[in-house]
Each structure stands twice: as C-alpha cells, then as structure tokens.
C-alpha cells in the first residue's frame, strides 16, 4: 500500500518538475542578456531525482 502511494506522488513530482524545466528553459530562451537558471537547473535535477524514487518504488510494489 504504502510503496504504492510512494509511486503515485514520485511519479507526479518528476511529471510536474519537467514541465516546470520545459517551461522555464522556453522562458529563458526568449530573455537577452544574463539569465538566471536556478529554477531550470533545480527543477531538471530534483526531476530526476523523483524520477529514481519512481523507479525504487516500482521495483517494490511490482518486482
């Protein structure tokens, strides 16, 4: 059960943090001059991370 719930939210998160990544890297795109890509690089990172959780959580629930 638990692990299950774990899938759902990791799965989410990492859905939610590359469309957050996309629509900042197309905002970025269009700036001139100094950017700030904290929110880009934060966002695409932490996705991946959940993107692991997913996995973990589906090698428990499934495997």
């Known amino acids: 059960m ?21 629509f900042e890297a197309i905002k970025i795109s269009n700036q001139e001059g100094k950017v700030n890509g904290t929110l880009l690089i934060m966002s695409a990172a932490m996705a991946m991370v959940f993107t692991e959780f997913s996995m973990v959580f589906h ?5």
């Not at 719930?5 to 957050?20: D, E, K, N, R, T």
């Not at 090698?59 to 495997?63: E, P, T």
């Open 2 to 22: 638990i692990p299950s719930i774990g899938l759902v939210i990791s799965y989410l998160m990492a859905l939610y943090l590359f469309y957050v990544a996309y």
């Open 59 to 63: 090698s428990q629930s499934f495997g």
